[in-house]
Structures are given as C-alpha cells and as structure tokens.
C-alpha cells in the first residue's frame, strides 16, 4: 500500500502553534494545489519549496491561511425581481499598474454567454437571479484606465493580518469615483446599504500565489464608509491576477456568495474537508476546471451544493433564503430524481429527515416510525450531479451520480464562525472517512482526491446506502435510523433511487407479493424481527442460461438461509455455503422461459440494523465440460455411513444424464447410477455396497463419471479407497 502521511497528524504542532493568530479577513481558500506536492514515486505528501518567491508557502502559511478564513454577510438579502447590482471598481499601485481592460472585466462579469458571474448565478439560481452592472453600464473606470492606490501593493497585502489596510483601499476606491457615482441607485432593497461592491485589484491573489505582499481575495465586513447618503457595509475583493490567462473566476463567484451570507463549507484545517470537489463553498470548487500546470484554472467551478441553494447561510434559526425548496419524501418509494444543474428549479433536491436519537424506529405495531416535523434537524438531501447534463458549470466534476447529503443543524456555529463544515457531510461510499482514498487505486491516499468517488450509481456499483453499509444511514450520535436508500441507477439526466423507512422492498413476505429484481443489481434488505421472518424476491429466468443467486454480507450472529422456488412453492434448490463470501450460493439452470422466486428466510435472528446483500447474475455459458468433481471421504472406512461423488458442469450447461459408474481395480463393475436432465451442481450418495447390496471389501476402486449432451461426452476418472 503507498500512503501519503495525513496532514490531520503530521501538522499538530503547527495548529498549536497557529493559535496565536488571528487572521479574520481572509475569504478564498487558499488554492489547495498550491502548497503541497506529492512525490510521483513514494506519493508522500510534502510543503512546495521555501525557496525564491514561494518562501510562505509552507504548512504552517497553508493553516494560517486556512484559519478564520470565512467572511460572509450576516444576512443575505435577495432582490425580489431577482436583479442583482453589482458596482465593480478596478483599482491598481504605482509597483503593480494594471493590465486588464474594464471591456475584459465586463466579459468576466456581466457576459451573457461563456463564463461568468451572471451565467454562473443565472445558471445555479435557475434563472432566477440576473446580476446586472446598474446604471454606470460597467466595470470602472472605463477603457484601460485605472483608479490608482495611495499606496504599493504590499502595504493592502498586508490587509490579511491588518484588516483595517482592506478597507483602507474599499474606501479610496468608492471616494475616487463618488463624483460620476451615485451609490444610492445601489440600494435597490431601500435599506440604506449599497448591495454588492466589487473591488478588483491589480496583481495576483495570494490565495493563488502565495506571494506575502499580494492581496487574499476576500469579503470585506464592517467597511463603513458613507458615499451619497449610502453606507457601504461589505465589499468583495479580488484579483486581477495578470500572470493567468484569465483571473480564477470561481473565486468570483465564490466571494460573491458570500455577499448572500453564505459560509465556506471546508473546517479550519485542510484534511477535515467536509466538501471538496462538489461545491463551490468548498476548498477544491471554486478552483475546478481545466488543469494548468497541474492547477485547476477555476473556469470550471463546481455548483453550489443544494443545502445553500435552499439556504444561503446555512442558518435555520433565521429562516431559508434561497432559489430552492426540497421535496420532502415521507414514506417508502422509488423516487426520480433529474439532474441538479438545469432549470426547473422544482426536483433538485430531496429531503429525508432522520428521525431524532430519543426516538425509537420502531412503532408500537412494528411499523417504521416515520419523521415528524420535530425531528427535522438532522437530514439527509439527495442530489443527481451530471457531467454531461448541458450545464456550463459543474463539467468538471469528479464523476456523476447521486450525492447524499448528511446535515446535521444541531451541531450550531457560533456567532462570529463563517465555516459550516460542521454541519454538513458528503456520504462517500469510496472514502467513508474522506481519508483521500483514490477511486482508482485504494491502495493510495492523497489528499487532492478527497471525495473524488463519492457519487454513487450504478456504473461503479456504488448502489446502496443503508444501515448496513460503510457508509451507513445512522444519525450523528450513532442511531441507527431505520432509513435504506437503494437500487440507485446508472448515471444519467434522470435516476432513480429506492427509499426505504425500515425495512426495504416491503412488502414481500409472501410469493405472491415477491420484489421483482433484475441481474447484476446488487440489492440490500432486512429481516427485520420476529414478525419478518422471511422475504422473497421474483425473477424472469431464460431456458439455458445459467442464474446464480448469491446471498452475502449476513449479519453475524446470524443464521440466514437462501432457496430458490417455483410459484407454486416448490423448492428447486436451496442455497450452498459460500465460506468466502459469507453466506449462500445457488447455480441454477432452467431448461425453459419462467418465472422463480428466490426466499431468505432466518433460522435464528433478526436485526433491523444490518442489511444482507441479494446479487443475481446470468452465468455466460462455455464449452461442455464438467467444472468440477469432489470426491469425500477417501478413504471411505467402515464407520461411515456414505461416500458423496459431487460434481459440477461448466457454466449455463446442461446435461441429458451424468452417470456414476464404480470398478474394481481388475475392471468388474460393482455399482452404477445415472441423474436425468442435469442442470445444476449435483451429488452421488453411496453406502459402500454393491449393486446387490453386498458391502465391498477394503481395497482400490476407480469411479468414472461421465455427463453426455447430445453426442458429447465428457468423463472424470479417480480413484479412491475403502479400508473395513
């Protein structure tokens, strides 16, 4: 196994250390590409070099960076005709003039088409947000010009230890174009607040540099300033950043949620990261899109996950503002679920409330207790990511599929935190713990691929979510909470997903209300307690192809049993221990078209928490042949009662008869017998007689067992011995 030593371990001291600090300026994540390197032999994780320019980039800058890093507005508040003023002023130093046209900042922010602020919230708001430059038309100044800073760049830069130095250069912005500016026509809510001011400074973001004397983007709070009779509370800066061929617009668009009082969505330190590669609140987000020497170039940045959508701040205690509502699902049902990232906006997210540890999961009559309207604090949402869904945004997503959600509101911010990670949890069936567990390659941990392989469907066999499942359903104390999410489909603009209160598939105790299942679908249920002792499933099995039912993963302590039936109750087979998978295995061909019915049932125990997994598979059929014999006891010896000749055909073959024929070691016949229609494993029984009843003498023996098909003929020879 190649690991790469986990942050979380190796940078104690430096957090101990970092306590002193109080760096509450700072927005952007730093760019997570940007302080680490992974050795491309040992893949052990290392700072970049503290050599030249990049002398700050460090661990101990990485969590500085990190620390108190999130800013947001105290309450978002949206324009109820969903018009968005944004007034952009770009600002340079007499060390760093600016390069940047407004016509290009204009592409960057007000552009209908391609990338930018107003595609981007236009697109994750399905249409129901406009951002719009107001009445001065554009970025200013106009032109090449530039509002030049009484002072250098590095004393602003500054600003990320020295807040005051950020506000210092808000204010000599808006004072330098307050005489062609009327910021009250930026109030358009009445409350006395300019809405959303956008401060684009020349020079990089040494979120993206790492260069001291550069400038963190970043939302300003607490600005205070009074142009035109209006108070200018907040102000979002960013960077021009010269040295990329485009600015990281991800942290555009990441500032300006924050602008809605949205938190960042990543923990203070870098290895507790509760949303990487999914949203734009997170570290990795903001930063997607096609790799330049190595770096994502954020011209592809994630959208925002649902639970902001819903509620911006990710504060219930002061309601939900937001461009979306989820879909409460109640009771057990498949449900449709269209992707996530284009209009309507009604279907995007789904809701499952988990129901509260006090509460048991279990009704008085053995029924699933279902949410109530108290128990709504901890939830899981449901979210379809689709790569290919048309969508501008979210194309460079780790993969596709189903998201789960696990939002737990108990777990409150304090006053004064912007960091929600907390609160919110991505369910990762390929790294439960979000170790950095690579999905192509579990032997090696990084940490640039956390959560990489967290969508599930059915291309990666990624299809249940259950009490049973690592990950599992359970509340965040540990409760189990009765909630199975399965038969989770291939990806794609619509899925489908199978929610269960309790136990799944129900009902489906009797054959006549069998759950019909499919092949090569992996599929997670329960016998749940004394009063669910068994569950059967139906299948549509072909003449001449093999099926094989394996039933695994049962419970320990646990005696579950696996028969295969016909609909009138006739068993046809009954499962075989499979040691190596934990339970059963039945191979079974059917000579016609027909329908079975596979039953579990229990012959000791029950549990409501761990699910047992139900796989069935079409075996290709090959060359006629007889896979396997065994041959047992041998020697065959006096005090046993019988010898088994078992055998077993090649895969989705069939025999007309399979014989046994036994001889003594001089050639003389002394026993025989023939199985008709053959199409599943079989055993001979003997008792060690002859064909007339007669026992035989110790001494050699050669069996002979033959299985014939039409004019084929294939044949086994052994020996063994019977010692009287």
């Given at each position: 196994?190649?690991?790469?030593?986990?942050?979380?371990?190796?940078?104690?001291?430096?957090?101990?250390?970092?306590?002193?600090?109080?760096?509450?300026?700072?927005?952007?994540?730093?760019?997570?590409?940007?302080?680490?390197?992974?050795?491309?032999?040992?893949?052990?994780?290392?700072?970049?070099?503290?050599?030249?320019?990049?002398?700050?980039?460090?661990?101990?800058?990485?969590?500085?960076?990190?620390?108190?890093?999130?800013?947001?507005?105290?309450?978002?508040?949206?324009?109820?005709?969903?018009?968005?003023?944004?007034?952009?002023?770009?600002?340079?130093?007499?060390?760093?003039?600016?390069?940047?046209?407004?016509?290009?900042?204009?592409?960057?922010?007000?552009?209908?088409?391609?990338?930018?602020?107003?595609?981007?919230?236009?697109?994750?708001?399905?249409?129901?947000?406009?951002?719009?430059?107001?009445?001065?038309?554009?970025?200013?100044?106009?032109?090449?010009?530039?509002?030049?800073?009484?002072?250098?760049?590095?004393?602003?830069?500054?600003?990320?230890?020295?807040?005051?130095?950020?506000?210092?250069?808000?204010?000599?912005?808006?004072?330098?174009?307050?005489?062609?500016?009327?910021?009250?026509?930026?109030?358009?809510?009445?409350?006395?607040?300019?809405?959303?001011?956008?401060?684009?400074?020349?020079?990089?973001?040494?979120?993206?540099?790492?260069?001291?004397?550069?400038?963190?983007?970043?939302?300003?709070?607490?600005?205070?300033?009074?142009?035109?009779?209006?108070?200018?509370?907040?102000?979002?800066?960013?960077?021009?950043?010269?040295?990329?061929?485009?600015?990281?617009?991800?942290?555009?668009?990441?500032?300006?949620?924050?602008?809605?009082?949205?938190?960042?969505?990543?923990g203070l330190n870098f290895t507790d990261a509760r949303d990487h590669k999914w949203g734009l609140m997170g570290a990795f987000g903001p930063y997607q899109g096609p790799e330049v020497s190595g770096v994502g170039n954020g011209l592809a940045p994630s959208h925002i996950i649902?639970?902001?959508?819903?509620?911006?701040?990710?504060?219930?205690?002061?309601?939900?503002?937001?461009?979306?509502?989820?879909?409460?699902?109640?009771?057990?049902?498949?449900?449709?679920?269209?992707?996530?990232?284009?209009?309507?906006?009604?279907?995007?997210?789904?809701?499952?409330?988990?129901?509260?540890?006090?509460?048991?999961?279990?009704?008085?009559?053995?029924?699933?207790?279902?949410?109530?309207?108290?128990?709504?604090?901890?939830?899981?949402?449901?979210?379809?990511?689709y790569k290919a869904s048309g969508a501008i945004f979210d194309t460079y997503l780790p993969e596709s599929g189903i998201l789960i959600w696990h939002i737990d509101e108990t777990q409150v911010r304090p006053l004064g935190s912007y960091d929600a990670g907390q609160q919110i949890?991505?369910?990762?069936?390929?790294?439960?713990?979000?170790?950095?567990?690579?999905?192509?390659?579990?032997?090696?941990?990084?940490?640039?691929?956390?959560?990489?392989?967290?969508?599930?469907?059915?291309?990666?066999?990624?299809?249940?979510?259950?009490?049973?499942?690592?990950?599992?359903?359970?509340?965040?104390?540990?409760?189990?909470?009765?909630?199975?999410?399965?038969?989770?489909?291939?990806?794609?603009?619509?899925?489908?997903?199978?929610?269960?209160?309790?136990?799944?598939?129900?009902?489906?105790?009797?054959?006549?209300?069998?759950?019909?299942?499919?092949?090569?679908?992996?599929?997670?249920?329960?016998?749940?307690?004394?009063?669910?002792?068994?569950?059967?499933?139906?299948?549509?099995?072909?003449?001449?192809?093999?099926?094989?039912?394996?039933?695994?993963?049962?419970?320990?302590?646990?005696?579950?049993?696996?028969?295969?039936?016909?609909?009138?109750?006739?068993?046809?087979?009954?499962?075989?221990?499979?040691p190596d998978l934990l339970g059963y295995q039945i191979v079974y061909q059917p000579t016609s078209q027909q329908t079975l019915y596979l039953m579990i049932t229990s012959d000791g125990g029950f549990s409501s928490v761990a699910s047992y997994k139900l796989l069935i598979e079409?075996?290709?059929?090959?060359?006629?042949?007889?896979?396997?014999?065994?041959?047992?006891?041998?020697?065959?010896?006096?005090?046993?009662?019988?010898?088994?000749?078992?055998?077993?055909?090649?895969?989705?073959?069939?025999?007309?008869?399979?014989?046994?024929?036994?001889?003594?070691?001089?050639?003389?016949?002394?026993?025989?017998?023939?199985?008709?229609?053959?199409?599943?494993?079989?055993?001979?029984?003997?008792?060690?007689?002859?064909?007339?009843?007669?026992?035989?003498?110790?001494?050699?023996?050669?069996?002979?067992?033959?299985?014939?098909?039409?004019?084929?003929?294939?044949?086994?020879?052994?020996?063994?011995?019977?010692?009287?």
């Open positions: 196994m190649n690991l790469i030593e986990r942050p979380s371990t190796c940078l104690i001291f430096c957090l101990a250390f970092l306590l002193a600090f109080t760096i509450s300026s700072l927005a952007a994540p730093p760019n997570p590409y940007l302080y680490f390197d992974s050795d491309p032999i040992t893949g052990k994780l290392t700072p970049k070099s503290t050599s030249g320019q990049n002398s700050e980039l460090s661990i101990s800058t990485y969590l500085q960076a990190l620390d108190g890093c999130c800013l947001a507005r105290e309450q978002g508040i949206l324009q109820p005709d969903g018009i968005e003023y944004v007034l952009a002023l770009k600002i340079d130093f007499s060390d760093q003039p600016g390069k940047r046209s407004s016509a290009e900042f204009n592409q960057y922010l007000f552009a209908e088409t391609g990338v930018s602020l107003k595609t981007y919230y236009r697109e994750n708001s399905y249409h129901q947000m406009d951002v719009q430059p107001g009445p001065v038309g554009g970025v200013l100044p106009a032109g090449d010009a530039w509002i030049r800073a009484k002072e250098q760049m590095g004393y602003y830069g500054e600003g990320a230890r020295h807040i005051p130095r950020y506000r210092e250069l808000i204010a000599e912005a808006c004072r330098a174009v307050d005489a062609t500016v009327d910021f009250s026509k930026y109030d358009r809510d009445k409350d006395g607040i300019v809405d959303h001011l956008f401060i684009i400074h020349a020079g990089n973001d040494e979120a993206s540099s790492g260069v001291i004397d550069d400038i963190w983007s970043v939302l300003t709070p607490n600005v205070n300033i009074i142009v035109d009779g209006m108070r200018v509370d907040t102000a979002i800066i960013v960077a021009e950043e010269p040295d990329f061929d485009k600015p990281h617009l991800g942290i555009y668009f990441h500032e300006f949620f924050h602008d809605f009082g949205a938190p960042d969505v990543y649902g639970y902001l959508k819903w509620d911006f701040d990710a504060r219930p205690e002061n309601g939900r503002l937001g461009w979306i509502q989820p879909v409460n699902i109640t009771q057990s049902g498949q449900v449709t679920v269209p992707s996530f990232e284009l209009p309507p906006k009604t279907d995007k997210l789904f809701k499952i409330d988990i129901p509260h540890a006090r509460e048991s999961h279990i009704s008085i009559d053995g029924e699933p207790l279902l949410p109530t309207a108290a128990t709504n604090r901890e939830f899981f949402l449901i979210e379809n990511r949890w991505l369910e990762d069936p390929n790294d439960p713990e979000h170790l950095g567990i690579r999905p192509d390659d579990p032997g090696f941990i990084d940490i640039h691929t956390i959560t990489e392989g967290a969508a599930y469907s059915a291309d990666d066999d990624q299809t249940a979510f259950t009490p049973g499942t690592l990950p599992n359903s359970s509340a965040s104390d540990g409760t189990p909470s009765g909630i199975s999410i399965t038969n989770i489909s291939a990806e794609g603009a619509i899925m489908q997903v199978l929610v269960s209160f309790g136990d799944t598939y129900e009902p489906n105790d009797t054959i006549v209300t069998a759950f019909p299942i499919f092949y090569a679908q992996p599929y997670y249920s329960f016998l749940y307690d004394a009063s669910d002792t068994q569950d059967y499933y139906q299948i549509e099995a072909a003449g001449g192809i093999t099926v094989r039912a394996t039933l695994s993963e049962i419970p320990a302590n646990r005696n579950y049993l696996l028969s295969l039936l016909t609909a009138t109750g006739e068993i046809l087979a009954i499962g075989e221990k499979a079409q075996i290709e059929p090959q060359s006629f042949a007889l896979a396997q014999t065994r041959v047992y006891p041998n020697p065959f010896r006096a005090s046993l009662s019988e010898m088994t000749f078992a055998y077993q055909l090649s895969a989705s073959q069939s025999a007309d008869t399979v014989s046994l024929e036994i001889f003594t070691i001089k050639g003389e016949k002394v026993y025989s017998k023939t199985h008709q229609d053959v199409f599943a494993p079989g055993k001979f029984q003997w008792d060690g007689s002859n064909l007339r009843g007669i026992p035989l003498a110790s001494g050699i023996y050669i069996y002979h067992i033959a299985a014939t098909q039409a004019d084929s003929v294939v044949r086994e020879i052994g020996k063994f011995s019977i010692l009287r």
